[in-house]
């Protein structure tokens, strides 16, 4: 057992994730010392303590409680198992270089196999893995038994492009877990505050109250209808790894919603102005004497209050729905400028 493994916290049983990399940083070590057991060149044992560093700080990473020893709590661990893969994996590929011909053999086919299931992007694929891709032709100079120094630095490129697809694949889902769990967290709180503000007797007075009188009901229905909407979606929130994640975070679970709760307070007052539509109850109360709306609702007079409330939140949900697409589609655009931009500078 080596000194980083020693002291490890009683907790990481309780974490599926920790055992995960606990496993994976074992087996890391254990193919390391062997490789290390052996006669290698100056370039190889500069490799070996390449590894070795990536190993200690994903130890470092992976051990640590939140304010020291004297409190260790699993819920206030700063562990971070995502850069803590993007370690190991660096080791993975380092491995590469270490390999005989024999070992490196089965590697490169292996890596061309990950590289087929994981790229998408058409012109990675053909440099690559196309006819005349690189990694096709490492592949055939292993089988002919002529592979060089120089093929094993390019199979490590190759699968390093591969870790770095799903190292960024399990950070988007990581993300948009986190942004479903917080809407979620948050509609919560909305329906308690709804409860205790007695919320359902103010629905009453919405069809005949103005939006003076009920823009806090309003923008809490507006509210919870776009935090609905973040929970049930099925897309991506957009998020790019490496930027400010925090101004990303507050656009979904801030700007975004507060866009939902401002149709809601758009919808109501485009109802009492009768422009599109206007709810009618079955004395005529409410949309008496308009008739230049296009769409009529005819509802009892005790449950226009409910309608009312079923627009604010379908508003909110569909709002967030709608300029979702709108927002993410000029963000990308944004992002794919910024890094042709940066790749140019660079050139």
């Known amino acids: 057992m080596s000194e980083q493994t020693q002291g490890r916290p009683a907790w990481d049983w309780m974490s599926p994730s920790a055992e995960r990399l606990q496993s994976k940083i074992t087996s890391l070590e ?118 060089t120094p120089a093929d094993h630095a390019t199979a490590k490129d190759a699968l390093q492009q591969v870790n770095e697809q799903m190292d960024r694949s399990f950070w988007q889902l990581s993300a948009n877990t986190l942004t479903s769990v917080w809407s979620a967290a948050i509609l919560g709180l909305l329906l308690v505050l ?31 209808g776009a935090y609905a909407s973040n929970v049930l979606t099925r897309e991506d929130f957009l998020y790019v790894r490496g930027g400010p994640f925090f101004r990303y975070f507050l656009l979904h679970l801030l700007a975004k919603p507060l866009m939902g709760a401002f149709a809601a307070l758009f919808v109501f007052v485009l109802e009492k102005s009768k422009l599109l539509f206007a709810i009618v109850t079955a004395d005529g109360a409410v949309g008496h004497g308009a008739a230049s709306h296009l769409i009529t609702i005819n509802v009892g007079a005790a449950d226009a209050g409910y309608v009312y409330a079923e627009l604010a939140v379908a508003s909110g949900f569909g709002a967030d729905k709608l300029l979702r697409s709108t927002f993410d589609s000029v963000l990308k655009r944004l992002e794919q400028r910024a890094e042709k931009t940066k790749d140019s500078a660079g050139k």
């Open 30 to 147: 254990v193919s390391l010392n062997e490789f290390e057991a052996r006669q290698l060149t100056d370039e190889q044992k500069r490799v070996v303590g390449i590894c070795k560093v990536y190993l200690g700080r994903a130890h470092d990473l992976l051990d640590r409680p939140a304010f020291g020893s004297k409190f260790p709590f699993p819920f206030l661990s700063r562990k971070h198992p995502h850069l803590v893969w993007e370690l190991l994996h660096r080791v993975d590929e380092q491995l590469i270089l270490l390999m005989t011909p024999e070992e490196f053999a089965g590697k490169a086919v292996e890596v061309k196999t990950a590289f087929d299931l994981n790229i998408t992007e058409e012109k990675s694929r053909a440099d690559w893995i196309g006819p005349k891709g690189r990694l096709i032709g490492v592949i055939d100079r292993v089988t002919n038994g002529n592979a």
């Open 194 to 224: 709804a409860w205790c503000s007695h919320t359902g007797n103010a629905l009453h007075g919405l069809a005949q109250g103005g939006l003076v009188t009920h823009s806090k009901t309003l923008l809490v229905l507006g509210l919870m």
